[in-house]
């Protein structure tokens, strides 16, 4: 395998969740690669797919409820026909995520370094003894103050930000090639979240994994994205450079989500919020689910989904008129 | 030290008063012998809200920010401290505290745990002014109009429940339940901050039109700084249940004096891929409120600490007519080494 072939892509990835009152598209037609030692930001509001790409990726969605179709290819291996052995080496051995709230995410009743210990263990041929140094040395490398005494601390013994790089020390012990970062930042402290933030920047350029990194946060986005890709009601509607993106937003609604922050606002004016609300998946409107919303709506907007194009300069953007608005 | 200049008798200025006013709670020890614990959620804390204006508050958790909106409401009892509405200091009885309460309101940040779920969203709005004696008729008029002005629609929201519209929407209904004694204060612990950045900034735009018609003053306690930026006219800044630093808020966020503020606001990310944050301002969590140690609470996070921060509280400097921090750093008089006069 050659070095431009990426470490993960997604193919016509579709996740429909089968509910009482019928089957609702949680995520459609994405179609996304990782490439080795890229960092990858996928924003977008609550609802929009984020969580729910990510979670298929690890096959972390209830099997029972949900139907997901295409294909979602590691190592040029399909990640939804993995048998259950091939599955759970590659769930914290090859991928491993951080989830958002650390103090749900781990578990409540064993120490951090067992913790940490016995994912090294079920995952390489390291002895009792080796996987608690090996432990040791994952609370060292996330910059936790007195490492050797916290490996004996249960979670609930930690603050909000310790319990956070503890997770990562997790989610890292066993070098993984992708992590998944669900919101890793969002429940911290203004003072903590910046710390964590430069903390996985620096592992992630160390250790030279690819990351996926889910925030609604544009802030957060920028200090980490190489590239970006904004979703909206299950699709994506924009990807590029973070440059290209946070600098020069082209689909309306990139536009108008950062348009709409308060940063950069003065005082006593009016912010240009998008007007309405996102819509209920399960009543999805007709052709671009943006098109109740944009400024720039037209009949043929409504009449199908845009595709997701590639433009001159190697950006993608799902939008009819994005020709008209950019000029 | 409040920013008003002592002995200016402006009280009619000001709709909504704080003077030090302090909360401690105590945490149950680990053993029977233990000494018990407190943590004071809230020690020493004076502002004054003036007449129209926004005042917001910011800190991280445990700063004690809810705290202090609480002990406002008088939802919680304060240990010691006083306050004052429209200069006239509010007593601790019922008649008093119901008069007080119609007119101070709170939106809280949980928008479907502060509506009751067996309520339709008009009956929801209707309690209040019902509870207060008004008429059924009158109570439902008031509640369409306010619907009606926060933007939903009455002939196709009034009847619905809360689980049946998205959290924008009922953040909206908790604003309208929030007017429908027409208040003079509001306070906001929190409020946009569950909402979708499209829906916040709607709710953002909707709070500045109503305080603008109806005469409002809002207390606006968030953890976003840029939120409190946007809204507020001036800030203060909590930790540890202390206010840190009090002024304007072109002052503060302009020419942050506290150390603290300075951190807070260089841990805000940055907008631009192309100027990344490249180090963290300050290291570490906020410790843990209980027993904090004497002197200068953030000193075991501050770059300029020295020996007098370890020993001294540290006393409110006013480096101009609105604008107070509270640091050794900005007291020639302190004893720290580095202090001096002017604005760091």
């Known amino acids: 395998m050659n070095a431009e072939t990426p470490l993960l892509s997604l193919e016509s990835l579709n996740v429909r969740f089968k509910t009482e009152s019928g089957v609702v598209p949680a995520v459609q037609d994405i179609n996304l690669t990782l490439n080795r030692g890229e960092v990858l930001g996928l924003i977008g509001e609550s609802g929009s797919g984020k969580s729910v790409t990510l979670r298929s990726i690890l096959r972390l969605l209830p099997e029972r409820r949900t139907n997901i179709s295409g294909r ?59 996987a608690r140094a090996r432990a040791l040395g994952m609370l060292k490398l996330v910059k936790i103050p007195s490492a050797e005494s916290r490996l ?24 993984p090639k992708v992590l998944l970062a669900d919101e890793p930042t969002t429940a911290l402290d203004a003072t903590v979240q910046i710390q964590v933030i430069l903390l996985l920047r620096e592992l992630q350029e160390r250790m030279g994994m690819s990351t996926i990194f889910v925030t609604h946060d544009v802030g957060v986005a920028a200090e980490v994205s190489d590239r970006i890709a904004v979703m909206y009601a299950g699709r994506i509607v924009e990807t590029g450079t973070a440059k290209q993106v946070l600098m020069s937003p082209r689909h309306p609604y990139t536009r108008g989500l950062l348009g709409s922050t308060v940063n950069g606002a003065v005082r006593g004016q009016k912010i240009n919020a998008i007007p309405g609300v996102p819509p209920d998946l399960s009543q999805l409107p007709a052709g671009c689910a943006f098109a109740p919303r944009c400024q720039y709506r037209r009949d043929e907007c409504t009449q199908a989904v845009p595709p997701l194009t590639m433009q001159a300069d190697n950006r993608q953007i799902a939008c009819l008129r994005v020709a008209e608005i950019s000029a | 030290m409040s920013l008003q200049a002592e002995g200016t008798p402006q009280a009619s200025e000001n709709a909504l008063e704080a003077i030090g006013l302090s909360k401690s709670f105590a945490v149950r020890s680990q053993g029977i012998l233990d000494k018990p614990k407190t943590v004071s959620a809230v020690s020493d804390v004076s502002f004054q809200l003036k007449q129209g204006q926004t005042l917001g508050i910011v800190g991280e958790s445990g700063c004690g920010k809810s705290t202090t909106a609480r002990l406002l409401m008088q939802l919680i009892k304060k240990d010691a401290g006083e306050i004052r509405f429209k200069g006239t200091s509010v007593q601790n009885d019922a008649a008093a505290l119901k008069a007080f309460r119609r007119q101070v309101q709170m939106v809280f940040q949980d928008s479907s745990a502060s509506l009751n779920p067996r309520l339709t969203i008009e009956q929801s709005i209707m309690f209040g002014p019902l509870v207060h004696g008004q008429t059924k008729q009158h109570a439902l008029e008031k509640a369409h109009s306010l619907l009606q002005r926060v933007g939903l629609e009455p002939a196709q929201f009034s009847r619905r429940y809360p689980h ?51 005469g409002l003053s809002y207390i606006f306690i968030s953890h976003d700084l840029n939120v409190v930026r946007y809204i507020s006219d001036e800030v203060v800044v909590m930790y540890l249940g202390r206010i840190v630093e009090h002024g304007s808020v072109e002052r503060v966020y302009n020419h942050p004096a506290h150390p603290y503020t300075q951190a807070l606001l260089a841990s805000m990310p940055s907008i631009d891929p192309e100027s990344r ?63 001096q006069s002017t604005p760091l």
Request: net charge negative; with cysteine; charged share 20%.
């Open chain 1, 72 to 130: 979602i290819l590691f190592d040029q291996q399909d990640v939804l026909k993995l048998g259950a052995k091939a599955l759970s080496s590659y769930r914290g051995g090859d991928v491993s995520m951080v989830f958002q709230e650390p103090a749900t995410s781990l578990d409540p009743v064993f120490s951090i370094g067992k913790q940490i210990s016995e994912a090294v263990r079920r995952h390489t041929s390291a002895s009792r003894s080796e």
């Open chain 1, 152 to 175: 004996s601390n249960f979670p609930h013994e930690m603050s909000g930000g310790m319990r956070q790089r503890a997770m990562i020390a997790l989610a890292l012990s066993c070098e």
């Open chain 2, 164 to 214: 049946e519209i998205s959290g924008g929407q009922r953040q909206r209904v908790n604003i309208a339940r929030a007017l429908a004694l027409d208040p003079q204060v509001v306070i906001f612990d929190e409020a946009v901050s569950a909402l979708d950045k499209s829906v916040e900034a709607q709710v953002l735009n909707l709070l500045q039109d109503l305080k603008e018609d109806l």
């Open chain 2, 277 to 339: 944050t490249l180090q963290s301002p300050i290291t570490g969590d906020p410790p843990s409120p209980i027993d904090l140690p004497p002197g200068c609470s953030f000193a075991p996070r501050c770059r300029h600490a020295s020996v007098v921060c370890e020993r001294q509280s540290p006393p409110s400097t006013r480096l101009s007519s609105e604008h107070v921090v509270t640091c050794h750093l900005s007291n020639p008089a302190s004893g720290h080494p580095n202090a």
